[in-house]
């Protein structure tokens, strides 16, 4: 071949491939997470309001509203509170509910939390989880609070439904056949349950089991499930940072004399289940050993198989965990994690404000003696006919509501 004509068609070949690749390179980046995200960053880091002394006050009037349907319970980061909805996460100066910065995807949020309050990121991170369109939720973004920034990113293998529960150190996802655990640099600590791609398939022992209900609490993840060679079910008590991430570490397994148990509640020391027939509340210590079993002033209604979102509705201030059982509020001891009251009629668990004790009625907010659980009094709230179910937080003197798919603001009146 003479070598013009050869030096032609190299150049040909050349152009062929050049094209070739810059067609692959735009597709690539068309389908990229970076070309369908939208970051807007906030000019000024939020502000927290100032914080609430004192007793409630004898009323509330409601700042604003913005829908947020991607967050079970209000999310305050640092300084922030943040929504969910649709495709969108946005932090929001808690006073007058403006956007400071937002963070857009052309794909699903399925849930959005708080956590890692300790890092050094702006008052902690953010934590937005996408469904990918696959029907897994395997997108996951940490944003600053303060700002909006990014600061990292991984690929859980979560399905919708899950929620990200934060101990403050860690993060768990959970799911019906499968629980991860991850730490402040996104980092995975723990699989347990039905690995999609196991490296080694001896590791899970209980890989066919089911989740009920999942509690992580520091040093321990607790887990009800429910297996096909057991009529009953299990609590597991496991390490949620182990020497290996794919090797869970369990502390102990203990058969439960229910197919209905939900844990509540996992301390270092401790554990506590909530069972029917007839309602009650069993403690373990560390060992998996029964140190109490205590009657319960719940309905029996109130203990499904399985609760919203597999965890248990509670919160709390460090003395006491309250717990929600879908018609009533019972106080916990925080050492002993057996109960102190029970106050029925509630919409939720309870929260401090300033120096009261908060718990969401339908005609408003209840405040509580915290020692014996008497209402004082009553703070009327308007909200939407048939609001069942409604969850408290607090920033500054900015009282949350989570009624539904719609995050309200109150401030004092």
């Given amino acids: 071949m003479p070598p013009e004509r050869r030096r032609r ?36 880091p939020v502000a927290a309001p100032p914080t609430w002394t004192g007793p409630a006050p004898a009323a509330f009037r409601e700042a604003w509203q913005a829908p947020s349907g991607a967050t079970p319970v209000p999310v305050v980061a640092g300084p ?17 509910g403006a956007e400071a910065w937002s963070y857009r995807r052309n794909i699903p949020l399925c849930t959005v939390t708080a956590a890692f309050p300790n890092s050094d990121k702006g008052g902690g991170q953010v934590l937005a989880l996408f469904d990918n369109g696959t029907g897994w939720c395997s997108e996951l973004t940490s944003l600053r609070p303060d700002t909006g920034a990014q600061v990292g990113a991984r690929n859980p293998d979560l399905r919708p439904g899950t929620r990200l529960l934060s101990n403050g150190s860690l993060v768990a996802g959970t799911g019906a056949t499968y629980l991860e655990v991850f730490r402040n640099d996104l980092v995975q600590t723990l699989e347990y349950g039905d690995i999609v791609t196991p490296v080694e398939h001896d590791n899970q022992e209980h890989a066919d089991c089911t989740n009920g ?32 991430d794919e090797t869970p570490e369990e502390r ?25 027939g007839p309602s009650r509340l069993i403690v373990f210590d560390d060992a998996g050993i029964e140190v ?31 717990w929600w059982s879908g018609s009533r509020t019972v106080a916990l001891d925080a050492v002993e994690l057996t109960p102190v009251w029970t106050v029925p009629g509630t919409l939720g668990p309870a929260v401090p404000y300033g120096e009261s004790l908060l718990v969401p009625v339908p ?14 009094r009553t703070i009327p709230v308007i909200r939407p006919a048939g609001m069942n179910s409604v969850r408290l937080a607090v920033l500054g003197d900015v009282l949350l509501e989570q009624r539904g798919p719609v995050l309200a603001a109150l401030v004092p009146a």
């Fill in 213 to 244: 209900s999942v509690v992580l609490g520091n040093e321990r993840l607790a887990v009800v499930q429910r297996c096909p060679d057991d009529p009953d079910d299990q609590l597991r008590s496991v390490n949620p940072a182990g020497k290996e």
């Fill in 363 to 376: 005609d408003g907010l209840a405040e509580l003696d915290p020692a014996s659980g008497a209402v004082l």
């Fill in 9 to 44: 068609g190299d150049v040909i070949a050349i152009t062929v491939i050049t094209v070739v690749l810059l067609v692959a390179g735009g597709l690539i980046w068309a389908n990229s997470p970076v070309a369908n995200t939208v970051a807007q960053e906030a000019q000024v």
């Fill in 292 to 322: 109490a079993t205590v009657p319960l002033d719940v309905p029996e209604a109130d203990l499904p198989p399985v609760p919203p979102g597999r965890t248990p509705t509670v919160e709390t201030d460090g003395q006491r965990y309250y």
């Fill in 252 to 276: 102990y397994t203990v058969d439960l004399p229910s197919d209905s148990a939900t844990v509540l509640v996992a301390t270092p020391k401790r554990a506590v289940v909530a069972v029917p």
């Fill in 80 to 96: 922030a509170v943040v929504t969910g909805d649709g495709s969108a996460v946005s932090g929001r100066d808690a006073s007058t």
